[in-house]
């Protein structure tokens, strides 16, 4: 049987990774850049605090909130 948590965690560390992969390519920048800009800004803060469930959101969603938000 697996832990709910650890479901929970390995979802969230895919979608990180698929909005970074997004970003990267949308804004034709690097995946260092692209992460940086994920990691330093107020959306991973609220992915990782499961804040208002947006984490279930799709990534590209969130990429894009990202994006409107941050830039590379």
């Known amino acids: 049987m697996v832990d709910g948590d ?4 390995v979802y ?3 979608l990180e990774e698929r909005i ?3 970003v990267a390519q949308q ?3 690097s995946l260092e850049d692209a ?10 803060d609220k992915i990782n605090q499961g804040q208002d469930g947006i984490q279930y959101l799709d990534y590209k ?5 990202l994006m ?4 590379c």
């Open 20 to 22: 970074i992969a997004y």
């Open 6 to 9: 650890v479901l929970e965690k």
């Open 27 to 29: 804004k034709n920048c």
């Open 35 to 44: 992460m940086d800009l994920y990691y330093h800004s107020s959306l991973a």
């Open 68 to 71: 409107e938000k941050e830039h």
């Open 12 to 14: 969230q560390e895919r």
């Open 61 to 65: 969603v969130l990429a894009q909130i």
